[in-house]
């Protein structure tokens, strides 16, 4: 008996157009409601404790109050009121607490080498006379500009650790992850998010800059008032190590299941709050005491690393510098689209609209062009990824229905993550039934 049987087709009454009784998955609202002033719904989670995730998990979308305004757009707002002499004074002194003397690193900016970690750890380095150790975790199948970015990262004059995990087990926890909860990026999530601190810890660097806040984006308003990252999002408690998960799956049960023992799980776990907290770790965003925009990083990722876009628009949207690093965004983005109704494009829309870059009517039209695209241009080599044989495990027929990954079987897969309350079925078609378009 297999472990993952192939998806059941989904019953298309479901989806008829006039059911107006439709159910919701993943514990949103039935009620779609759109942002007055950027492309996103409430329908957008928030960000949630990525080790606590299963397939029942309910997510919390982002909160439009009742003026119909997001907290992304009034975090926007709220920014233009904030007194960034005194927020980069904040920053002098938090820099001089946790310079080190010796010349040795004192502080950890992570990243890929994108325009975000490249300007943060440059900066850091150059204009607040800190001593930063950039911490990579690998990505899944690198894209030729993303791999020259990283190299360049480093040339331009960042010591770099890059942890790159045991690719066969994460090949496989990116499958399960996409099989259980359609979120194939939620393996490289885990490492990316808990890393850092680990070798934090291990190195005796007690201070840890991330870029901007997620509040920025999606999380609540009140947390951008708060400079330091939540504890509950990177660490656990002792007693919650038996429920931790990773692609929907408990530890144990990956060990009995598929063989992955708890050593090989071990990069992706979240360190001991205990041992956090005698370590006095601080995780704190780079972005609550400089202001953050995303055009400015790029030219400023340009000028002092040598930055490059990739040379064709990104899958789904019209930008080619935003996550640029893993051939896997592209599907990640269009589970997003699937499982949420918001595609690639409604995240760079929203943000060039909140930046002034582009107006609301603009976005609109790039929405409309965009949000449906499926993400073709590197579907045989992901395909490819989430394929297994006995070569790669003997008892690969117990693990699943059908080990190989092609066109027919992520469509069946996908479609039975479409939510009816999002989606209406019609004529051979899938449409959401309420777009910002």
């Known amino acids: 008996m297999t472990i993952i049987k192939y998806p059941q087709k989904i019953d298309l009454k479901n989806y008829d157009k006039s059911n107006l009784n439709t159910k919701s998955f993943f514990g949103l609202s039935k009620e779609i409601i759109f942002c007055k002033k950027c492309a996103m719904s409430n329908q957008k989670p928030i960000s949630s404790v990525e080790f606590k995730s299963n397939s029942k998990s309910v997510k919390k979308g982002i909160y439009i109050a009742s003026d119909g305004i997001c907290d992304p757009c009034k975090v926007n707002e709220e920014k233009k009121l904030v007194n ?16 080190k003397k010796d010349g040795s690193y004192d502080c950890i900016v992570p990243g890929s080498g994108g325009k975000d970690s490249v300007y943060a750890s440059h900066i850091l380095k150059t204009k607040y006379n800190m001593n930063p150790l950039t911490v990579t975790w690998a990505p899944n199948i690198y894209t030729d500009w993303g791999w020259k970015n990283f190299n360049s990262w480093i040339n331009s ?4 650790f890059l942890v790159t995990p045991n690719g066969k087990v994460r090949r496989l926890l990116t499958r399960l992850a996409l099989e259980k909860l359609l979120h194939p990026f939620q393996p490289f999530m885990l490492g990316q998010r808990n890393m850092p601190a680990k070798i934090a810890m291990q190195m005796n660097i007690k201070l840890v800059l991330y870029g901007e806040n997620e509040a920025e984006y999606n999380n609540p308003k009140k947390e951008f008032g708060d400079p330091k990252r939540k504890l509950s999002i990177w660490s656990i408690k002792s007693d919650e190590e038996k429920d931790l998960k990773i692609s929907g799956f ?53 000028e002092n690393s040598g930055f490059i876009p990739s040379p064709m628009r990104t899958s789904g949207t019209y930008s080619k510098y935003n996550s640029i690093d893993d051939k896997m965004d592209d599907f990640h983005f269009y589970t997003t689209l699937i499982k949420f109704g918001i595609g690639r494009v409604n995240y760079d829309v929203s943000q060039e609209i909140r930046n002034g870059d582009i107006t609301y009517d603009e976005g609109k039209m790039l929405v409309k062009k965009y949000l449906y695209e499926y993400p073709k241009r590197f579907e045989d080599i992901l395909f490819n990824y989430f394929s297994f044989s006995k070569k790669d495990f003997p008892l690969i027929d117990k693990f699943f229905d059908q ?21 209406y079925h019609d004529n051979g078609e899938w449409i959401l039934r309420k777009t910002f378009f």
């Not at 960034?84 to 310079?99: A, G, T, V």
């Open 157 to 160: 004059g960042s010591d770099n």
């Open 84 to 99: 960034w002499s005194d927020r980069e004074k904040q920053l002098i002194d938090l820099c001089n607490k946790y310079r």
């Open 403 to 423: 080990p190989t990954m092609n066109k027919s079987y992520f469509d069946e897969l996908i479609n039975s993550f479409r939510s009816p309350h999002l989606w």
């Open 250 to 302: 408990k530890l144990n049960e990956l060990e009995e299941n598929f063989g992955i023992s708890k050593n090989e799980l071990s990069l992706y776990l979240p360190p001991k709050e205990e041992s956090v907290l005698e370590k006095e770790i601080d995780l704190q965003y780079l972005g609550y005491y400089l202001k953050w925009d995303q055009q400015g990083k790029y030219y400023y990722a340009v």
